[in-house]
């Protein structure tokens, strides 16, 4: 079975200053992994995703993360955070389960970041 | 291309009613996913449809039901609602090949009130 933790329920941080929304996984299948954001309100929102190739993938709004299959990790970084990205974030992961598929999207229980002035 | 949209946005319902909630697809996608978020459980997988048939299921009682009309679009019903039925209901289609039908693009949900 697939599980998602993430470390953090609140994290509050100031304006342009760096963060880290922890992410760990437990799969015993292949993984694709995935960060969602959602916004007062609204919907979820992909953010960014790993599903092969490069380890490390970004955002066109700067976030990136990092997939580490040995710690089984997808930490999601941004070097300076803004007002706007005030949100909540949800880390996700589906997969492959002995071949067959598995499209279904287990979350973690979600990282509320506060961006202050 | 349009995104996933829901109708209706928002719901008040009474104890013990049913309500049936819509879903559009992005063009092109032919899987539906639904999903209940609540502040308690987070967010829950409830089904998935492809094609019109339901092709995964998740851990939740026979009174929530779902199915896809040939269109894509899905619609869920939940029967005889409970006062722990009042969540935020999510829908998310994807692509139907390769590695991008992993992806799973969210419409901006149905707010079920039940009183």
């Known amino acids: 079975a697939q599980s998602v933790t993430q470390l953090d329920s609140q994290v509050p941080v100031f304006e342009e200053a760096p963060v880290e929304l922890r992410c760990n996984y437990s799969s015993s299948v292949s993984v694709y992994l995935f960060w969602y954001v959602q916004y007062p309100n609204q919907g979820l929102q992909l953010l960014l995703k790993?599903?092969?190739?490069?380890?490390l993938v970004e955002s066109i709004n700067g976030f990136e993360a990092e997939f580490n299959k040995s710690q089984t990790s997808f930490h999601l970084r941004k070097p300076s955070v803004h007002i706007s990205d005030t949100a909540e974030y949800f880390c996700a992961v589906s997969g492959t389960v002995g071949g067959g598929s598995n499209y279904k999207l287990t979350f973690g229980k979600g990282t509320l970041l506060t961006v202050n002035p | 291309k349009a995104g996933v949209t829901q109708t209706p946005r928002y719901l008040i319902k009474t104890r013990g009613q049913q309500v049936t909630l819509s879903c559009s697809p992005i063009s092109g996608h032919r899987s539906v996913s639904w999903y209940q978020q609540t502040p308690g459980q987070g967010l829950q997988f409830l089904f998935e449809y492809f094609s019109e048939t339901q092709r995964n299921k998740g851990n939740f009682p026979g009174r929530f039901s779902g199915r896809q009309f040939s269109n894509s679009r899905s619609e869920m019903n939940v029967s005889t609602l409970e006062l722990g039925d009042s969540a935020l209901y999510l829908c998310?289609?994807?692509?139907?090949?390769?590695?991008?039908?992993?992806?799973?693009?969210f419409g901006p949900g149905t707010r079920l009130t039940v009183t």
């Open positions: 998310a289609s994807s692509s139907p090949s390769g590695r991008a039908s992993y992806e799973q693009y």
């Open positions: 790993y599903l092969s190739g490069s380890t």
